[in-house]
């Protein structure tokens, strides 16, 4: 889970970016290169903002993943070089002024993919092509959504807020087995009918996104234990609070909103162990 997100999502954005379009990416000043001769399977997407001290061996990670392998880097308002690393370690640089948060930019990249299968990471801290391939493998076992089995820090007494929101949401979905799991951790990847289901706008959403995909049937899983909590470093200070623990937990609650407006006030959680028409009877 990156800590490299704006306080608010530029969700906007997401309206205002158009699908695949070559002549607006020259406008907007985005490049593009590719090592692929045919079609990839997988489609790496990695939002950068300011990477340049680790951007070019994530890349190298990820084009390690699997043969057929395309990287989209959604390079949005870096001012480090991270866009000229990334077009120089083989990856398809889509470049942006604006600063739009890295959950946007999945939106982004996932509406630039040609693969088959969807891997999303973060540029902030490199992960090992070996521990990534599983939830490769793991689509192409049938799998839609592969999720990391990374839950944060639950043995103590202080269990940190996004942790309990996502397994409150879990729960809510009728997930319990998920535990804590969450597309808001990366890395986790996808099928392209699972990106045809979710929409590729709702991806800026994490829990949200999740939500769609179990509430529509598709097959989410855990799939690996990825460590990622003591590779990630915090990039705000105490006097700063918490926001990106606001930003989850505001997710979690926009994906249980849209979960009670396709069900009901229960979400389907039946209520059978109080009479509420006793209420109004005793009135």
């Known amino acids: 889970m990156s800590k490299a997100r704006i306080p608010r999502k530029t969700k906007q954005i997401v309206q205002q970016i158009p699908r695949r379009s070559s002549r607006h990416l020259s406008n907007k000043s985005a490049k593009a290169s590719t090592h692929l001769s045919q079609k990839p399977l997988v489609s790496v997407i990695i939002p950068v903002c300011n990477e340049a001290n680790t951007l070019g061996k994530v890349i190298q990670e990820a084009l390690r993943v699997h043969p057929r392998t395309e990287v989209i880097v959604i390079e949005n308002g870096s001012t480090d070089g991270s866009k000229l690393i990334a077009k120089q370690a083989g990856a398809k640089v889509v470049s942006y002024d604006q600063r739009f948060g890295h959950d946007v930019g999945r939106t982004v990249g996932a509406r630039e993919a040609k693969g088959d299968i969807l891997l999303f990471v973060d540029a902030d801290f490199v992960i090992p092509a070996a521990e990534m391939s599983p939830l490769i493998e793991a689509i192409q076992r049938g799998v839609d959504v592969a999720l990391n089995k990374y839950i944060g820090a639950i043995a103590t007494t202080d269990v940190h807020r996004v942790v309990v929101a996502k397994y409150a949401l879990n729960a809510i979905l009728n997930r319990s087995d998920l535990k804590g799991t969450s597309m808001t951790t990366i890395p986790h990847a996808m099928s392209r009918n699972a990106l045809n289901v979710i929409g590729a706008e709702h991806l800026a959403v994490p829990p949200l996104a999740q939500a769609i995909a179990i509430q529509r049937g598709l097959r989410v899983q855990a799939v690996k234990y990825i460590q990622v909590g003591s590779r ?17 937990v505001g997710d979690h609650l926009e994906a249980v909103h849209w979960v009670i407006g396709k069900t009901d006030v229960r979400a389907l959680h039946e209520d059978k162990l109080r009479i509420r028409e006793m209420i109004e009877v005793n009135r």
Do not use: M
């Open 232 to 248: 990630n470093r915090v990039r705000y200070s105490v006097d700063e609070g918490d926001p990106v623990g606001d930003l989850i």
